[in-house]
Nanobody, 114 residues
């Protein structure tokens, strides 16, 4: 069964940094494109960053480009999201998933506030 466990969220001041982790269970991980999404209550889930199965290709939404970095460790079935220069509008619950998407984890809350 595919399962994702996100962690690393918290409360941070504007301009601060956080590193999110997503541990995946299942044999699919090293062969899968992985995504980070975020969701604000009442809004659709937004794609934030994408990384290829080998980690050599990435994509970022314009809203986070230059501030967020996605990476992965296939030996540990884990994908990361390094977030820097955080802004209040980055406040959301962050989720990871593979492509095509499967069941969602519980997410990790990121709150950017002074």
């Amino acid at each position: 069964q595919v399962q994702f466990v996100e962690s690393g969220g918290g409360l941070v001041q504007p301009g601060g940094s956080l590193r999110l982790s997503c541990a995946a269970s299942g044999s699919f991980f090293s062969n899968s494109v992985m995504d980070w999404y975020r969701q604000v209550p009442g809004k659709q889930r937004e794609l934030v960053a994408v990384i290829s199965s080998g980690g050599d290709s990435t994509y970022y939404a314009d809203s986070v480009k230059g501030r967020f970095t996605i990476s992965r460790d296939n030996a540990k079935n884990t994908v990361f999201l390094q977030m820097s220069n955080l802004k209040p509008e980055d406040t959301a619950v962050y989720y990871c998933n593979r492509r095509p998407t499967t069941n969602w984890g519980q997410g990790t809350q990121v709150t950017v506030s002074s």
